[in-house]
């Protein structure tokens, strides 16, 4: 089965989109192979002349042999074949919108950064990766690994904290002159790893189109973590970011040093 989202959507959740969009998807569970990637899960990260879907690892389900010359960032970063019942892109959807979407409340800016695809500008890099279920029809997860000042990742974390209180009742973010709202900002409960994290649940709307939203982002020293998701086949149901795929991702963040 193959998941598309809809075009108001897109303008919504600009760094899920290319996890979202062309990522395949069954409607039963995966085995301990998964099948070949499809759409942008097919291509490799632009300028690599790869194919995330061709690797040693992602045809036998094992995990990726990390890259020759890969930054730690990369490292650190999920590839196919790292999570059985997944497929993991590199590749960014370009029909979505990039960059900081902008909140119309200065207290909430903390929170539309984490909806795009670029976080705050104190981040020294980023890398994204797309991620979609092939066990729960429709799931999709944008992950972030991102590198700051520690001083500076823990004052991502405080902020997000300050403005998840601030912010309950709801903000609007604008990127590339599209313009959707939050609601019902609430923290959420998650177990993970990591020396603090912060979760919480939003509603997204633009028009008549809305998604229910699942965030977790997680600090290891100077790393910062982010995690997406929602379910792209039916917007209004809940999502949460499967504990397997934050394992994973906080195992190869430490693991990468």
């Given amino acids: 089965m193959r998941i598309t989202a809809r075009a108001t959507t897109v303008a919504l959740l600009p760094a899920l989109l290319f996890a979202a969009v062309g990522c395949g998807s069954t409607d039963t569970p995966a085995t301990g192979k998964a099948p070949a990637p499809s759409g942008s899960a097919a291509s490799g990260a632009p300028g690599t002349g790869t194919s995330a879907g061709t690797s040693t690892g992602a045809a036998s389900g094992a995990p ?4 020759t010359g890969a930054t730690k960032l990369e490292r650190a970063s999920l590839e196919q074949g790292d999570l059985p019942g997944y497929q993991i892109s590199s590749q960014s959807n370009p029909n979505a919108p990039h960059g900081q979407p902008q909140a119309d409340k200065k207290a909430c800016q903390p929170l539309a ?8 500008p104190a981040a020294r890099e980023s890398v994204n990766r797309g991620i979609g279920s092939q066990r729960q029809v429709g799931l999709a997860v944008a992950a972030t690994v991102s590198s700051y000042s520690e001083s500076d990742a823990k004052r991502l974390v405080s902020r997000l904290r300050q403005a998840i209180t601030a912010c309950g009742g709801g903000f609007s973010a604008t990127i590339e002159k599209q313009t959707g ?20 649940t939003t509603t997204a709307v633009a028009g008549d189109t809305s998604a229910q939203v699942h965030l977790v982002v997680v600090r290891q020293g100077g790393t910062v973590v982010r995690l997406t998701a929602l379910n792209v086949a039916a917007a209004g149901q809940k999502a949460q970011v499967p504990q397997e795929v934050a394992d994973k991702q906080l195992e190869k ?3 990468a040093g």
Avoid: L, Q
């Avoid at 990726?64 to 890259?67: F, H, N, Q, R, S």
């Fill in 64 to 67: 990726a042999a990390p890259k």
């Fill in 113 to 120: 950064d984490a909806m795009g695809d670029k976080p705050d």
């Fill in 181 to 200: 709202s939050y609601k019902d900002v609430k923290a959420a409960e998650y177990k993970t790893g990591g020396d603090e994290s912060v979760s919480w």
């Fill in 253 to 255: 963040v430490k693991r």
